[in-house]
């Protein structure tokens, strides 16, 4: 088992800067990608950025290329989400995600964290 806890949500203004974090343990050996998905209520699960454990190969869902950036720690074993120029729409709760492939769809990911919620004022 693989268990992943996050942190670093909180209240932000638009226009503002947040950096989440998520550490792995556990059998971190069976992962090869790990990433962050995002939902509000009322609203499917939204993929947000993942990248792989090794060869650097990183993804953005549409939202938030170009604000967002995933970067990792091999030896941490752990993955960062910074999100500048944030917009009220950007709140929600962001789930750290671990898996084997580098998909954009949280059905691929076997493991997630708690949790983390981020909320953006205007």
């Known amino acids: 088992q693989v268990q992943l806890v996050e942190s670093g949500g909180r209240l932000v203004q638009a226009g503002g800067s947040l950096r989440l974090s998520c550490a792995a343990s556990?059998?971190?050996?069976?992962?090869?990608?790990m990433g962050w998905f995002r939902q509000s209520p009322g609203k499917e699960r939204e993929f947000v950025a993942a990248?792989?454990?090794?060869?650097?190969?990183?993804r953005y869902g549409d939202s938030v290329t170009g604000r967002f950036t995933v970067y990792r720690d091999n030896v941490k074993k752990a993955v960062y989400l910074q999100m500048n120029s944030l917009e009220p729409e950007d709140t929600a709760v962001y789930y750290c995600?671990?898996?084997?492939?580098?998909?954009?769809?949280?059905?691929?990911?076997?493991?997630w964290g708690q949790g983390t919620q981020v909320t953006v004022s205007s």
């Open positions: 995600a671990a898996g084997t492939v580098l998909f954009t769809t949280p059905d691929y990911y076997a493991y």
């Open positions: 990248t792989g454990w090794s060869g650097g190969e990183s």
């Open positions: 556990g059998r971190t050996f069976s992962i090869l990608v």
